[in-house]
């Protein structure tokens, strides 16, 4: 009996390494099969990002950030983050800044008063309205950059789309921002803007989110 114990222990030693070898393969398995099936990007709420965040992170990679003037899709004399110099600024104004430039302090300035002048326009105009009031940040932020890009006056031409958000139908409403003018003119700018009304995810570069 003495002279089997050798063997035996060399037999529980190998079935003891063979389970610990099958429970690995199957433990790499289960972690290969769960790696697949995890979203690509982390979520607007994982990641922290705020409503006022994603307004700036989409109107800045619209825009741009320009301290010299340069003319917009249709034209315009503009600076800093699609400032519309035409808008509020006078002729002499627009040389200096064509000569000068602008400061990044002036562009932040400009883009604040901007941004806020935008969000009071669309406020004034759909405030006390029900769709408006229960619109996701998602899609508050679509409105909020096509009034930025826009303006208010050349936005309520959106007629169908704005009925389409009454009812409900994002999918219709994405529809008529592309079939338009301006889409034409924006190109990745109204496809990324239609995908986030229609799906109701943030759709950014570093951000792709549900």
Same mark, same amino acid.
């Given at each position: 009996? @003495? ?21 690995? $393969? ?5 972690? /290969? ?24 992170? %989409? ?21 800093? /983050? ?32 901007d941004? @806020?002048? $935008? ?7 759909f ?22 890009? %826009? ?12 009925? @389409? ?24 700018? @109204? ?15 570093d951000? /792709?989110?549900?």
């Amino acid at each position: 009996m @003495a002279k089997e114990r050798p063997h035996r222990n060399v037999v529980s030693v190998w079935l003891t390494g063979f389970l610990f070898g099958v429970l690995a $393969t199957v433990l790499c398995q289960v972690l /290969i099969i769960n790696s697949q099936h995890k979203p690509q990007n982390a979520s607007t709420e994982q990641s922290g990002l705020t409503y006022h965040q994603k307004v700036r992170m %989409l109107l800045e990679l619209h825009e741009g950030w320009r301290n010299e003037v340069y003319a917009d899709t249709v034209g315009v004399a503009t600076i800093g /983050i699609g400032h519309n110099l035409a808008q509020c600024a006078t002729a002499n104004e627009i040389a200096r800044l064509r000569r000068e430039g602008a400061t990044d302090e002036q562009i932040e300035n400009w883009f604040i008063e901007d941004l @806020a002048r $935008t969000e009071q326009e669309l406020d004034r105009c759909f405030g006390d309205e029900d769709w408006y009031q229960s619109l996701s940040d998602n899609r508050r932020v679509v409105l909020v950059d096509m009034c930025f890009n %826009l303006g208010l006056t050349r936005l309520l031409e959106f007629r169908r789309m704005f009925g @389409a958000l009454r009812s409900g139908d994002f999918e219709h409403a994405a529809h008529e921002m592309l079939d338009s003018r301006w889409a034409n003119q924006v190109g990745q700018r @109204a496809l990324r803007l239609s995908e986030m009304m229609r799906s109701d995810r943030f759709l950014h570069p570093d951000f /792709i989110v549900g």
